[in-house]
């Protein structure tokens, strides 16, 4: 597609239940990631796609959380047992190469996820 | 450790007047890149421009200006002459050569610009 697309882009849950978040990158960006932005924070890396190999996932806060990528395309990001302290909005970014820093990201409208 | 800090929390201005928002950065790196990115209330982030470690020369485009100063550790970027569609908030990000091109943010600078 022409942009990164996310969905939902609003997602209520009650603790403890499983969610998942998916990101379409541009079409033919081999680079993919994930941020976290919680209310009053910045962006907080959690984990980078290169195809559908994961490379880094150091920002990951807590094994509830993991992520695939399948086709060198589509990402999920699932949290389990979700908490209160999961509400954020979680944006997803692609680029055309990783690792050269030559490529501004382009990042999608993000989900926003509220844990009651 | 890398770390980027916008010291300014919140920036209101009326329409007309010049803005700076202040980005300190710090890095062991010699080669990195240095963004800024804004974010609008619909909440996507727009890429403003990367800088690299090598290229000190100041950038103007069109209304806005980045000032790049490795002696102070700087990345400084000017809004002149403001307007409202200027409002947002503006992240300023770190981002190490040969790594990921994992992006390092600050915590932002929301900027309020008045009618």
């Known amino acids: 597609g022409a942009g990164v697309s996310q969905s939902p882009s609003n997602k209520v849950t009650e603790k403890g239940k499983d969610v998942e978040l998916r990101c379409d990158p541009i079409?033919?960006?081999?680079?993919l990631y994930w941020y976290r932005q919680s209310l009053g924070q910045g962006l907080e890396f959690l984990i980078y796609?290169?195809?559908?190999?994961?490379?880094?996932k150091s920002g990951l806060p807590s094994d509830r959380f993991s992520a695939e990528r399948t086709g060198g395309s589509v990402s999920t990001l699932t949290i389990q047992r979700t908490q209160q302290e999961d509400s954020a909005v979680y944006l997803c970014?692609?680029?055309?190469?990783?690792?050269?820093?030559?490529?501004?990201?382009?990042f999608g409208s993000g989900t926003r996820l509220t844990v009651v | 450790a890398q770390k980027v800090t916008q010291a300014q929390t919140e920036i209101s201005v009326v329409e007309k007047e010049d803005v700076t928002l202040d980005c300190v950065y710090e890095?062991?790196?010699?080669?990195?890149?240095l963004f800024w990115y804004k974010q609008p209330p619909s909440g996507e982030l727009v890429f403003l421009i990367r800088r690299n470690s090598f290229d000190e020369q100041n950038e103007i485009s069109g209304r806005y200006s980045w000032n790049f100063q490795k002696s102070t550790s700087s990345f400084n970027f000017t809004i002149t002459a403001s307007q409202v569609v200027d409002s947002a908030v503006y992240f300023c990000a770190l981002s190490e050569y040969g790594n990921t091109d994992k992006l390092i943010f600050g915590t932002g600078t929301r900027l309020q610009v008045f009618p």
């Open positions: 796609f290169q195809g559908n190999s994961a490379p880094d």
């Open positions: 890095t062991r790196d010699t080669t990195y890149y």
């Open positions: 079409s033919g960006h081999t680079a």
């Open positions: 970014a692609s680029s055309l190469y990783a690792g050269q820093g030559d490529y501004g990201y382009t």
